[in-house]
Each structure stands twice: as C-alpha cells, then as structure tokens.
Nanobody, 118 residues
Framework: VQLQASGGGLVQAGGSLRLSCAAS????????MGWFRQAAGKEREFVGE????????YYADSVKGRFTISRDNAKNTVYLQMNTLKPEDTAVYYC????????????WGQGTQVTVSS
C-alpha cells in the first residue's frame, strides 16, 4: 500500500487549504482512511477519518466544523478540506489507512507541511 499526501503549504489565518491523499496498492473496501497531524515538539494527534464504504466521517473536536473529509472512490483519493485555519493548525499532516472495525492505522503516507501564519 502506498499513500501519497499533497496540498500542504503556507496560508494566512482564516484561509483554506485542501490536502489530498492518493492511495494505491489494494482496494480499500472495509478500511478507514484517517488524517493525523504532528506539530513541532508535540505528539501526533488524530484529525479525522472517513470509512471507505459508507463515507461516514468522524472528527476531532479541535477541527469539527472547520475541516471536512471526503473521498473519490474512482480516484482512490481522500481529501481534507481545511477552512478557517488557525496558527495552531500548523503541523505536518499525514494520511493513514486502518482495517475496520479496528482503528489500527498500519499504512502511513509521508506527510505534508501546513503552516498557518497569524
């Protein structure tokens, strides 16, 4: 399995970015695709996830209402739309895959840097 995250960059507070995670190497039916982030000097934290079959989403409280995860089955790609960005959203963002019903994220992408300036 390969996961390729992209779309990071520098944005001002209040702005938006959309991250993409292109997945390959298997079918993802029965899997969840998650987004995580890790700020400098901090532990990695869960951002949100989407189940591949149902499209059901779940978000961390810190991003709920600002971030939206979606998927394109035909392209095997998951998106993280980030709106109303805050400086505290600055981090390296990673996408990952977990077989359901566990939340054992076993495949990880390389990460993409998001920097939000105040």
């Amino acid at each position: 399995v390969q996961l390729q995250a992209s779309g990071g960059g520098l944005v001002q507070a209040g702005g938006s970015l959309r991250l993409s995670c292109a997945a390959s190497g298997r079918t993802f039916s029965g899997y969840a695709m998650g987004w995580f982030r890790q700020a400098a000097g901090k532990e990695r934290e869960f951002v949100g996830e989407i189940t591949w079959n149902s499209g059901r989403t779940y978000y961390a409280d810190s991003v709920k209402g600002r971030f939206t995860i979606s998927r394109d089955n035909a392209k095997n790609t998951v998106y993280l739309q980030m709106n109303t960005l805050k400086p505290e959203d600055t981090a390296v963002y990673y996408c990952a895959v977990s077989p359901l019903p566990t939340r054992n994220y076993i495949y990880w992408g390389q990460g993409t840097q998001v920097t939000v300036s105040s």
